[in-house]
């Protein structure tokens, strides 16, 4: 396995998202599922920024499950971004499906995600590779931790060392939560590469109630940050309404982190 690990194993230069360093500050990253207007996007970024949040997740492509469900708002929503972005005075990270829209959503991005459904993208992850912005790169839900360090290599031998892994959860034979939260995968990636590794407890449970135990724990493992869905109604959420963080819990949950 060894030798087909190359640049992960190798110490870079550290990741600077807006004054945070990765790896040496915990990386808060919170904000919608999916950007659903202007002013839920600002109302959003406001407050979580004010909590305490570092970078805002601001997606406006979404891969759903069913073709039916709300897809995002395609590049509309880029407009929104920037407006908030600017606004706000915030950095934001955008999922990136497809490598035709690597070049526009680099125009508004300050990092890129590559969700779990692409985490094995080829073209994608090249396409990414070639970029300068830091790559947030999610774990496939039924991805190896060796599929999963491989895939940073498809994004590392391009040039761009810039890669946050982040474990979201994988499929197993559990019924109560979406997907099971594999925390010994952050202490097993920080032994196999030297890159850091976020959280996103959010996905992995699919209920907002398990949201801030699963960050906790997160964070007691080494995780180098979480990522978390924050809506200011989730019930009338597009998408994911209930897995995503009120404001009140958002609240709870930074001050629970620091205690
Ligand atoms: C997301 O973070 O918006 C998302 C779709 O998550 P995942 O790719 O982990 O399912
Ligand atoms: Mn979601």
Same mark, same amino acid.
């Given at each position: 396995?060894?030798?087909?690990? @190359?640049?992960?194993?190798?110490?870079?230069?550290?990741? /600077?998202?807006?004054?945070?360093?990765?790896?040496? #500050?915990?990386?808060?990253? &919170?904000?919608? !599922?999916?950007?659903?207007?202007?002013? =839920?996007?600002? %109302?959003?970024?406001?407050?979580?920024? =004010?909590?305490?949040? $570092?970078?805002?997740? &601001?997606?406006?492509?979404?891969?759903?499950?069913?073709?039916?469900?709300? =897809?995002?708002?395609?590049?509309?929503?880029?407009?929104?971004?920037? @407006?908030? /972005?600017?606004?706000?005075?915030?950095?934001?990270?955008?999922? *990136?499906? $497809?490598?035709?829209?690597? +070049?526009?959503? !680099? /125009?508004?991005?300050?990092?890129? =995600?590559?969700?779990?459904?692409?985490?094995?993208?080829?073209?994608?992850?090249?396409?990414?590779?070639?970029? #300068? %912005?830091?790559?947030?790169?999610?774990?496939?839900?039924?991805?190896?931790?060796?599929?999963?360090?491989? &895939?940073?290599?498809?994004?590392?031998? +391009?040039?761009?060392? %810039?890669?946050?892994? !982040?474990?979201?959860?994988?499929?197993?034979?559990?019924?109560?939560?979406?997907?099971?939260?594999?925390?010994?995968?952050? *202490?097993? *990636?920080?032994?196999?590469?030297?890159?850091?590794?976020?959280? #996103?407890?959010? $996905?992995?449970?699919?209920?907002?109630?398990? *949201?801030?135990?699963?960050?906790?724990?997160? %964070? &007691?493992?080494?995780?180098?940050?979480?990522?978390?869905?924050? $809506?200011?109604?989730?019930?009338?959420?597009?998408?994911?309404?209930?897995?995503?963080?009120?404001?009140?819990?958002?609240? @709870?949950?930074?001050?629970?982190?620091?205690?």
């Amino acid at each position: 396995m060894s030798g087909e690990l @190359r640049f992960v194993n190798q110490k870079h230069k550290p990741i /600077k998202i807006g004054s945070v360093e990765v790896g040496k #500050d915990f990386l808060i990253v &919170a904000g919608p !599922c999916a950007v659903e207007s202007e002013e =839920q996007l600002l %109302k959003t970024a406001r407050f979580v920024k =004010q909590y305490g949040a $570092h970078l805002l997740r &601001a997606n406006v492509f979404k891969p759903r499950t069913s073709p039916y469900s709300f =897809q995002g708002l395609g590049k509309e929503g880029l407009e929104i971004v920037k @407006r908030v /972005k600017d606004e706000v005075r915030m950095p934001v990270v955008i999922e *990136v499906l $497809h490598p035709r829209d690597v +070049e526009e959503v !680099c /125009k508004v991005a300050d990092v890129l =995600q590559i969700g779990a459904r692409n985490m094995q993208n080829f073209p994608l992850l090249e396409e990414v590779g070639k970029t #300068d %912005k830091p790559v947030i790169l999610k774990r496939g839900f039924c991805a190896t931790i060796r599929e999963w360090l491989c &895939a940073a290599e498809y994004i590392m031998k +391009e040039g761009n060392f %810039k890669v946050i892994l !982040c474990e979201r959860g994988i499929r197993t034979f559990v019924r109560e939560t979406r997907f099971t939260l594999d925390l010994a995968s952050v *202490v097993v *990636v920080k032994k196999k590469s030297k890159l850091p590794v976020i959280v #996103d407890p959010s $996905h992995a449970a699919g209920l907002s109630d398990l *949201v801030i135990p699963l960050a906790k724990a997160a %964070k &007691a493992v080494g995780s180098d940050g979480i990522m978390v869905e924050v $809506h200011p109604n989730p019930s009338t959420a597009l998408s994911d309404a209930r897995q995503q963080l009120n404001f009140e819990m958002f609240e @709870r949950l930074m001050r629970e982190l620091n205690d």
